[in-house]
């Protein structure tokens, strides 16, 4: 549910001008998200939103500049030092790992909060990741790639 919240605040501020928390509460209320101004709080901090200014002294809500917004270099370690290899297959990436290692591996990758990410189900060796859609699969599985290097 958090993905999915994450997933629609991103949009919601891409798409309009939102000034203010209690503005976002009410768009993800229309969206059909029941979300109080705690919830909104904390999902603004998790995805580093910013305000910026813009004419007539309005600040809106921005997302980062960066494309990819900084992690912990834990996760980035157990990412690198767990992963195998990873496939698409539509919706689902199949990420194999080192024995053992999936559960970090999933958890690292649940914890970086990709809106696109819905979740992870890990064996030992194993992780199943569902995204919300084929196109979003791809751009995930490249994502992966690319902090493995």
């Known amino acids: 549910m958090k993905a999915r919240r994450h997933h629609k605040i991103l949009e919601l501020i ?31 901090r998790e995805l ?11 600040q809106y809500y921005q997302i980062p500049a960066a494309a990819e ?16 290899s990873a496939t698409a297959a539509g919706n689902l990436l199949v990420l194999k790992t080192v024995s053992g290692m999936a559960m970090a591996v999933a958890a690292a990758i ?4 990709w809106p696109e990410v819905l979740g992870c189900i890990a064996g030992d060796d194993t992780i199943f990741c569902a995204v919300h859609s084929a196109k ?9 790639l690319k902090m493995v290097g």
Do not use: C, W
Not at 48 to 58: I, Q, W
Not at 69 to 82: C, S
């Open 14 to 44: 891409q798409n309009f001008r939102i000034e203010t928390q209690e503005e976002l509460a009410e768009k993800l209320e229309q969206a059909g998200f029941a979300v109080t101004q705690a919830t909104v709080s904390r999902d603004i």
């Open 48 to 58: 580093r939103l910013t305000k910026t200014p813009h004419a007539g002294g309005k």
């Open 69 to 84: 917004q900084p992690m912990d270099d834990k996760y980035r370690r157990v990412l690198k030092d767990g992963f195998v």
């Open 110 to 113: 649940d914890a970086i909060s």
């Open 136 to 144: 979003e699969g791809e751009a995930v599985l490249q994502k992966l």
